[in-house]
């Protein structure tokens, strides 16, 4: 089963803070996602990567920025956490287009953030 | 950009019912619709998908119809089970698969 890893359930920080949120995934998937999850709105795209160091903004960038340095890990950052960044935040995964892929996308259990 | 919309927010339905959760969506490049089951803590799951070149798909109690003219899609769960308790998002998604645009999701609950 492709399982996808998001190393923190919970967290509190206070604003201004800097806070990084992991998610590992063991499949060996291309392309890797973060999403934010807000009553009402949905899932919305922070920021998603198709390859290791490559990046693309998504719909809501602003205020989040993300790394990639391995392949199996993706990390979204918060250089200065506001209130408004209180929310959960979703890891997921996929294969590639043209490898056989589904479009599926794997999804961690989720972040949840408070901001204080 | 895609701009997906979803009804009803909330949807209360007595076991044994059927459950309609409908969506539509704006751009007409997009060509994969697949629908997500959220429960409780954890990550939303893959439950049945749809692509632009089929009208309708079933898989046991889940179907999936779509009207690529009207721009809408729609996901059926007959004889609902408790377990059915979720909340469900439907997305959209052009063809190269990077970037899903979700509905804002359906909070499902059936009543023993």
């Known amino acids: 089963d492709v399982k996808v890893t998001q190393s923190s359930r919970y967290l509190v920080k206070r604003t201004g803070e800097k806070v990084f949120l992991e998610c590992v995934q063991d499949?060996?998937?291309?392309?890797m996602f973060w999403y934010r999850q807000d009553p009402g709105l949905g899932l919305r795209l922070i920021y998603f990567s198709y390859d290791v160091k490559m990046k693309e903004k998504g719909d809501i960038p602003e205020g989040y920025s993300v790394s990639r340095e391995k392949k199996e890990r993706f990390s979204l950052i918060l250089e200065s956490a506001s209130t408004n960044q209180t929310s959960m935040y979703l890891c997921?995964?996929?294969?590639?287009?043209?490898?056989?892929?589904?479009?599926?996308?794997?999804f961690g259990e989720g972040s949840r953030l408070t901001v204080l | 950009g895609e701009n997906v919309e979803q009804h009803p927010s909330t949807l209360s339905v007595q076991e044994g019912d059927s459950a309609v959760i409908k969506c539509t969506y704006s751009d007409s490049a997009s060509n994969y619709f697949p629908w997500y089951k959220q429960e409780l803590g954890k990550g939303p799951q893959l439950i049945i998908d749809i692509r632009s070149n089929v009208g309708e798909k079933k898989d046991q109690r889940i179907a999936v119809t779509l009207n690529k003219t009207a721009k809408h899609f729609s996901l059926h769960i007959t004889e609902t089970q408790p377990e059915d308790s979720a909340v469900y998002f439907c997305a959209a998604s052009p063809p190269v698969f990077n970037k899903f645009y979700f509905g804002s999701g359906t909070k499902l609950n059936v009543k023993p």
């Open positions: 997921a995964s996929s294969l590639a287009p043209g490898t056989g892929a589904t479009g599926e996308l794997f």
């Open positions: 499949m060996d998937h291309e392309n």
